[in-house]
Each structure stands twice: as C-alpha cells, then as structure tokens.
C-alpha cells in the first residue's frame, strides 16, 4: 500500500513537470511515504528522513516531502516537524491531492483535521502512464475492525471503497497501458461495498476485474478470516485470471489469544476456511501474518501457534514481534512481554515456517509452473525473473522478448526465497 501511495506521489509530481530520477543525487525532490504499524518500519522511516537532511543541504532548492501513516498520527505533525525540521512538506494519509498545491508552494502542511471522520474514496492520481506489468489498484481504504494491536483505524480512518465503476476503470486503462496482472488492495477486501450497502460485493468485483480484456492475472490481499465468504472462494476457483493465492492473516494460533486481539475467529475455525479453500483449489497458495508476544500470550499459547503452522501449510508467512502502538487497546493490556522473549519467539517461529516454505516450494520440482516475466533478474542481469501464480519468485534463461509474456517454465531447483527452472519452448 505504501508503494501504491508512492506510485501516486510519483504521477503527481510528473504532472508538475518533474521526471523519474535515477539516483538520489540527482533528484530535485523526495517523497518518503511512511508507514506507523510497527515501531520497527517508523525507527527505520526517521533514520531515512534523518539522513535526507545531508541530501538537502547538498543543493538548494531541493525538496523534501514525508507523506502517510506517521504524519497522520493523532498530535504527531508538532513532534515530528521539531524532529526534522529539514523537511518541506508533510503530507497526510487522507490528503495527496493537496500535494500538487504544497509542491508549487514549495513546501506547507496537510494533515487531516480528525482521522476518525471518513476521507475521501478516490485516488489522486491515474497510473496507466507508468506501463507496469503487475500494477496494485486500491479498491477500498481504512478499517473498521478493532485489532487490539492496531493502529491502522486511527491513521486510515474508517472503511470505505471506490465505487465499482472507478475501480473498473482504472484496471481497464492500465491493461490498455500493458499492465497483464493486477493486485487488488485493501485492509479487508472480503468487506468491500458494505459501509456504502453496495450490491457489488468484492466476488463480484473479482469476477468483473478478471474479465477485463488483456489482463491475465488478478491478485487481491487481504482477506480477513473471519468473514472470507464461499462466493469469494468460488471466484477463485472458477475465474481462470484469479491466482490461486489467498493471503489470510492468521495472527496467533492461541483462541485465548485470538479472543484477546479481538479477531473474532478462533484456531479451529482458521483451519476449517483453510480447507475450504484447499477442497475448492488444491493448488491454492495461503500466505499469513503472524504476530509473536502479544501482551500476555505465555509460552504455551506461543506453542499452539507453531502448532499451526505446521497444521496449516503456509506458503509463506510475514512474520512480526509484537510492537506496542499508543492509541491502541494492546498498548494498555496487562502482561507486555520482555523484549528478549519477543525477539526469541520470533526467531524460533521464523525458523519453523523456512522449513515449511521450502517444503512447499520443493512440492513443486519437477513441475510447471505459468510465470509472469517481470524482468532481468536483480542478481543476475543475464537471467530474467517473474512470478508464478503463487507470486514465487522465478529466475530463468530466457530471452527479452519474453518480458511480459507468460511463460511455462519446468521448476528445477529451489531455496526458501527463489525458484529456478527453465522455460519450456
Ligand atoms: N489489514 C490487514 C493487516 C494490516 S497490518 C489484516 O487485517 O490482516 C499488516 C500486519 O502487520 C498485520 O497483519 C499484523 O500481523 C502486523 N501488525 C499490525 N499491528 C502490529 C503491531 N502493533 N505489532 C506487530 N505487528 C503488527
Ligand atoms: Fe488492523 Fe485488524 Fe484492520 Fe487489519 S483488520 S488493518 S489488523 S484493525
């Protein structure tokens, strides 16, 4: 989503006359779009915005922008202007269409006034131009669950989507652009249209997208487990441009931690939509997010979640320690568990999943896979990379030519990261 936020920061400055720079020491201006729902990813964003102030004093006229999530934080923008002060404009989560007007400015402040109000459900800035082959659409933004842990409902604001239309709209004229795969974006998409009481529920939205002509593949992230609906799965499984991929955030495999997180579902329950999806889809892939010490989750509940992820087969998880974010009803919760503790459980759990990701990329020796070529590989220019269904990474020999088309390619070897195989001609 901050990628997205930083494509749309992107298309804005071109429209004032800005190009793409190659390099930092070339640019004019940098927009750093933050993100505040781990301590870790907001330390991470200071340190980067510290370090902007060299770039900028290098060359006058030079301007630096901090767009999203930490500038929205409630009270935040007096703190944060007295911490970098080097920095021009500060821009919040609900505010990119102000940017064109702070750019011409030279710099000034947007943050809206209460994030707890609804802001608007568009985006501020059209995509197409920038002819990506695999290119994220925003269909909804905010939330309107109460995880315990979390901060995105005060930074995003309540859920609301983008009317249908719109959305479909903007698929159309990226595939028209080159775009042949689309990643659906929003914190809840199993919840699209239901704030608003549209007909349109997010199956349908998946099915229309996926029927869009010259688009070949259609993603969509996230689905919340408590509410992931049979119509949503039968999509999946009867749309041939929708992959195979659902990515449910499991969080903990502890129901007295779950109950506390207040996800609303418990182990047994995630593990019964998992085969409902593995029944409808055996090839399905299901990715996870997994949150280690939550305030008060004791060895034992820590256990029940190693448990599942050994139960559930994921291809890959996202792995966190938890981090304690003012605001939140976690922040406050009895029972904070030492940081040593944290770092260790998360190890033993990042341990547990390699072993379960390589397994499962090793099921898929041996056979074909359909990759997207995105590419020359980062690692090595002479191999071309791209992403199968699944959105494993894939290096091949290949030719250029075969940037952007769809490949067969026979999977030969595999470490927890990359896939390497071969094209089959
Ligand atoms: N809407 C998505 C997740 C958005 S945040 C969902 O419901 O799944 C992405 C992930 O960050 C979450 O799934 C969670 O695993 C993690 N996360 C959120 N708040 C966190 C916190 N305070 N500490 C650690 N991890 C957190
Ligand atoms: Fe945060 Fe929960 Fe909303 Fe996801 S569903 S954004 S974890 S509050």
Redesign the pocket.
């Given at each position: 989503m901050s990628e997205r936020d930083g494509e749309s920061f992107r298309a804005l400055a071109e429209n004032c006359g800005y190009v793409p720079a190659l390099r930092r020491e070339e640019a004019d201006l940098v927009v750093v779009t933050t993100c505040c729902?781990?301590e870790s990813a907001e330390n991470r964003i200071m340190g980067n915005i510290g370090q902007l102030s060299r770039w900028k004093a290098e060359r006058p006229g030079r301007l630096l922008a901090v767009a999203g999530c930490l500038v929205q934080q409630e009270g935040a923008l007096e703190n944060l202007r007295r911490r970098a002060p080097h920095v021009d404009i500060w821009i919040g989560a609900f505010e990119q269409e102000k940017f064109t007007d702070l750019l011409q400015a030279g710099g000034g402040s947007a943050v809206y006034p209460s994030p707890l109000r609804a802001g608007p459900a568009r985006e501020p800035a059209p995509l197409a131009e920038l002819g990506k082959i695999s290119a994220a659409v925003n269909i909804m933004y905010g939330?309107d669950n109460h995880?315990a842990?979390?901060v995105?409902p005060q930074v995003r604001g309540p859920e609301r989507s983008r009317a249908p239309q719109d959305v479909l709209e903007e698929i159309t004229s990226l595939a028209a652009a080159g775009a042949r795969e689309v990643v659906l974006l929003g914190?809840?998409v199993n919840s699209y249209g239901r704030a608003e009481g549209w007909r349109e529920d997010f199956a349908w939205l998946l099915r229309a997208a996926a029927r869009v002509p010259g688009l070949w593949r259609v993603r969509f992230t996230?689905s919340?487990p408590r509410d992931l609906p049979e119509a949503l799965i039968a999509a999946a499984a009867e749309e041939a441009a929708v992959c195979p991929h659902f990515h449910l955030?499991l969080?903990s495999g502890s129901d007295r931690v779950l109950r506390a997180m207040n996800r609303g579902y418990t182990a047994a329950y995630y593990l019964e939509r998992v085969g409902a999806i593995r029944r409808a889809l055996p090839e399905a892939r299901i990715s996870t997010?997994?949150?280690v010490g939550f305030p008060g989750e004791t060895e034992a509940d820590f256990a029940e979640t190693l448990r599942l992820v050994r139960e559930a087969r994921f291809s890959q998880a996202f792995t966190?320690?938890?981090?304690r974010?003012s605001g939140t009803a976690a922040a406050d919760m009895p029972g904070q568990v030492p940081r040593p503790e944290r770092r260790e459980r998360l190890q033993r759990l990042t341990e547990a999943q390699a072993e379960m990701s390589l397994a499962w990329r090793r099921s898929l020796v041996g056979f074909r896979q359909e990759v997207l070529v995105t590419g020359p590989s980062k690692k090595n220019a002479a191999l071309l990379s791209g992403l199968t269904a699944g959105r494993e990474i894939t290096v091949f020999p290949g030719r250029e030519a075969d940037v952007g088309t769809l490949v067969p390619v026979l999977i030969k070897e595999v470490n927890s990261w990359t896939m390497f195989g071969e094209i089959i001609r």
């Amino acid at each position: 989503m901050s990628e997205r936020d930083g494509e749309s920061f992107r298309a804005l400055a071109e429209n004032c006359g800005y190009v793409p720079a190659l390099r930092r020491e070339e640019a004019d201006l940098v927009v750093v779009t933050t993100c505040c729902v781990r301590e870790s990813a907001e330390n991470r964003i200071m340190g980067n915005i510290g370090q902007l102030s060299r770039w900028k004093a290098e060359r006058p006229g030079r301007l630096l922008a901090v767009a999203g999530c930490l500038v929205q934080q409630e009270g935040a923008l007096e703190n944060l202007r007295r911490r970098a002060p080097h920095v021009d404009i500060w821009i919040g989560a609900f505010e990119q269409e102000k940017f064109t007007d702070l750019l011409q400015a030279g710099g000034g402040s947007a943050v809206y006034p209460s994030p707890l109000r609804a802001g608007p459900a568009r985006e501020p800035a059209p995509l197409a131009e920038l002819g990506k082959i695999s290119a994220a659409v925003n269909i909804m933004y905010g939330c309107d669950n109460h995880c315990a842990y979390c901060v995105v409902p005060q930074v995003r604001g309540p859920e609301r989507s983008r009317a249908p239309q719109d959305v479909l709209e903007e698929i159309t004229s990226l595939a028209a652009a080159g775009a042949r795969e689309v990643v659906l974006l929003g914190q809840n998409v199993n919840s699209y249209g239901r704030a608003e009481g549209w007909r349109e529920d997010f199956a349908w939205l998946l099915r229309a997208a996926a029927r869009v002509p010259g688009l070949w593949r259609v993603r969509f992230t996230t689905s919340h487990p408590r509410d992931l609906p049979e119509a949503l799965i039968a999509a999946a499984a009867e749309e041939a441009a929708v992959c195979p991929h659902f990515h449910l955030p499991l969080q903990s495999g502890s129901d007295r931690v779950l109950r506390a997180m207040n996800r609303g579902y418990t182990a047994a329950y995630y593990l019964e939509r998992v085969g409902a999806i593995r029944r409808a889809l055996p090839e399905a892939r299901i990715s996870t997010d997994i949150i280690v010490g939550f305030p008060g989750e004791t060895e034992a509940d820590f256990a029940e979640t190693l448990r599942l992820v050994r139960e559930a087969r994921f291809s890959q998880a996202f792995t966190f320690m938890y981090s304690r974010r003012s605001g939140t009803a976690a922040a406050d919760m009895p029972g904070q568990v030492p940081r040593p503790e944290r770092r260790e459980r998360l190890q033993r759990l990042t341990e547990a999943q390699a072993e379960m990701s390589l397994a499962w990329r090793r099921s898929l020796v041996g056979f074909r896979q359909e990759v997207l070529v995105t590419g020359p590989s980062k690692k090595n220019a002479a191999l071309l990379s791209g992403l199968t269904a699944g959105r494993e990474i894939t290096v091949f020999p290949g030719r250029e030519a075969d940037v952007g088309t769809l490949v067969p390619v026979l999977i030969k070897e595999v470490n927890s990261w990359t896939m390497f195989g071969e094209i089959i001609r």
